[in-house]
């Protein structure tokens, strides 16, 4: 068997201390986290197992299990009782402790966060260990030997907890478990070969590659309701209240609002206005687009129809700007022929689509102009405005000076090839022309 680990990988912390507990005969090769050792995925895997008869196992929770089955150190001395809180806690590590420990390990080793901001984001998941511990009172998590488990757990807290002095006095069991786990061979040896200097630079830059987590880790380790959930429960009242509304059936409720046209704000009534982010005129529109403009505000338009009120749902196609210019050089026609053509697919695609506007417009109607122009002026006047002036760059050939979208290189944010020069589509950073390679 062959495995491969890379320094200051989490991971191998766990696949390599199983490895040497279970005096497992494999090979070990050393790669860089990010090396794609497994074909067949689409992210890399590291660490990864390589079987004899050419298979990969790839979690090491996984590949730590396969080195005991193997060793054969679980396989009889366990319980049916014992195998299933092991499985248990192998499910639990990986969608619980693991993503809470990756998240701490991001604000201590990226963003330089200690003490209480980093151990706070984990401080459940201890909670539950520790009270496993003393709930079993046995040395180890599933019994009175270490089991792959122990190993698991240990190799996932390792990075963060290190010695284990960290811990607080009140997790003191956990505290001994950690410390016992750290003081075995196996464990010690382990990180010696994977914890280095160079492996905890690795791990940084790694780390730094990876969007921040955002987790929000609030769920309590137990399925004990909090009190506050329990003071927000129904009373028989209510629920008999709701159940004669129910059993009363759709002709008892409200006839719905039917607003006069155009829509306009009613007095006495809630009146709701909702706008969609304006679709550019200059391409057709696709699925991505109505979910991630128009959609979600198409729902609230409906549901504040349903509850009578007064609503304007309002969209339309943005008209102006470089790109309409740049599509209409593209097709030959002018600017006002690329908007009327686009503007009539738009309006068919979203009747299709059986978006409910109560109306969708244009950027280029005169009183859409008028309302535009006034507010620009009303901004002039009372100084509201900045003029600065910026460097463009001229195109020689047709003599004239270029709209920064009209001019692509690379971006000298993330070496993007085919930047544009008012932003960069790859990273979304702002531009400048004049700043591109």
């Not at 028989?236 to 159940?243: G, K, L, M, R």
């Not at 409720?253 to 679709?279: C, D």
């Not at 697919?345 to 109306?359: T, V």
């Amino acid at each position: 068997m062959r495995l491969f680990v890379s320094e200051g990988s989490p991971g191998g912390l766990k696949v390599l201390a199983a490895a040497k507990a279970t005096d497992s005969p494999v090979e070990l090769q050393w790669v860089p986290q990010d090396a794609s050792v497994v074909p067949f995925l689409t992210h890399p895997r590291v660490p990864a197992l390589l079987l004899k008869e050419g298979s990969f196992l790839f979690s090491p929770n996984a590949i730590c299990q396969y080195f005991f089955f193997l060793s054969g150190k679980e396989t009889g001395d366990f319980t049916q009782a014992q195998s299933n809180f092991a499985n248990q806690l192998f499910e639990w590590e990986a969608t619980e402790l693991q993503p809470a420990v990756s998240a701490a390990l991001y604000h201590h080793v990226v963003q330089g966060k200690k003490g209480e901001e980093v151990l706070g984001i984990v401080r459940q998941p201890l909670n539950y260990i520790d009270q496993t511990l003393t709930k079993k009172n046995t040395p180890y998590l599933n019994g009175d030997a270490e089991s792959a488990v122990d190993i698991v757990l240990w190799g996932a807290l390792f990075p963060l907890l290190q010695d284990g002095t960290v811990l607080p006095d009140d997790l003191k069991v956990l505290r001994n478990w950690f410390q016992n786990m750290s003081l075995k061979e196996h464990c010690r040896k382990t990180v010696e070969t994977v914890w280095t200097r160079k492996g905890v630079q690795e791990l940084k830059a790694h780390l730094q590659k990876q969007p921040g987590p955002t987790l929000a880790f609030e769920k309590p380790a137990t399925n004990e309701p909090k009190e506050e959930e329990s003071l927000q429960r129904l009373s028989e009242e209510e629920i008999a209240a709701v159940a004669e509304v129910w059993s009363r059936g759709a002709a008892t409720l409200p006839k719905p609002w039917e607003p006069q046209q155009p829509v306009v704000p009613v007095e006495g009534m809630r009146n709701v206005l909702i706008t969609s982010a304006l679709p550019y005129v200059n391409n057709v529109p696709h699925l991505g687009n109505i979910i991630g403009c128009v959609l979600s505000a198409d729902t609230f338009a409906r549901y504040s129809r349903l509850r009578n009120w007064n609503t304007l749902y309002l969209c339309g196609t943005d008209e102006y700007g470089t790109a309409t210019e740049t599509k209409a050089m593209e097709e030959g026609l002018s600017p006002q022929q690329i908007c009327d053509k686009y503007h009539v697919i738009h309006a068919q695609i979203y009747q299709w689509f059986n978006i409910s506007f109560d109306y969708f417009g244009r950027t280029t109607t005169p009183h859409q102009t008028r309302i535009a122009q006034d507010i620009f002026q009303r901004l002039l006047e009372h100084s509201y405005l900045l003029t600065e002036t910026v460097d463009q760059l001229k195109c020689e050939h047709c003599d004239r000076f270029l709209a920064d979208r009209f001019v692509e290189g690379i971006c000298p944010f993330c070496n993007y090839e085919e930047a544009r020069g008012d932003q960069c589509d790859k990273c979304g950073k702002l531009i400048n022309a004049t700043e591109l390679k």
